[in-house]
């Protein structure tokens, strides 16, 4: 059996992949484990503090597996791939997306410093294919972090609106939507 403070992170876990953040309470975790709240108390002193560890854990799950996967040379079909997963992620687990993304939490990693300096292993996944985009010529020179939340801001934007009713398309008008969004802001900024 695993120790405590994981199976705790397991419960969590799956309580906010299922209904975000909101759905997640140490009472909750306690009934799931057979503990009392005061016992998942003792392994983490608050609800913010598990949450951060559980954005951790999701943000390491997301980032190992993208990087298994192969980052074509092409940088605007490395772009566009990485939409993809951006927007598989929102199809296939979009509380778990909402809490990643775009729900408010206060150890969050915070534009521009955080950013800027690498301390987002899954951000800098998507700057180094713009820096390498950049020292092909393919990509115009800028900043690659600000040139990453541009490229991003976009397709959270359209998760939002799509999540919140605000956007009414099959799944996969949606994706070709967020193409579409991207191909045009790459359109703008290709050398």
């Known amino acids: 059996m695993s120790p405590t403070p994981d199976r705790i992170v397991a419960a969590a876990t799956a309580l906010v992949t299922e209904g975000g953040s909101a759905a997640m309470s140490m009472r909750k975790i306690g009934v799931a484990l057979g503990l009392s709240p005061m016992a998942v108390y003792r392994h983490f002193p608050s609800r913010e503090a598990l949450l951060d560890r559980v954005a951790d854990e999701l943000f390491t799950e997301v980032h190992d597996r993208l990087c298994r996967k192969e980052i074509p040379d092409d940088t605007p079909a490395a772009l566009h791939g990485a939409v993809d997963d951006l927007v598989d992620l929102a199809l296939e687990r979009p509380r778990q997306f909402a809490f990643m993304f775009i729900e408010p939490r206060e150890g969050a990693r915070v534009f521009p410093g955080d950013f800027s300096t690498g301390r987002s292993r899954l951000f800098s996944l998507l700057t180094g294919i713009i820096e390498r985009g ?58």
């Open 134 to 191: 950049i020292a092909q010529g393919a990509l115009a020179p800028a900043e690659p972090w600000k040139l990453g939340l541009a490229l991003t801001s976009g397709v959270y934007g359209l998760v939002a609106l799509h999540q919140g009713g605000r956007i009414s398309l099959t799944d996969g008008e949606f994706r070709e939507l967020c193409h579409d969004t991207l191909e045009r802001l790459l359109n703008g900024i290709r050398a």
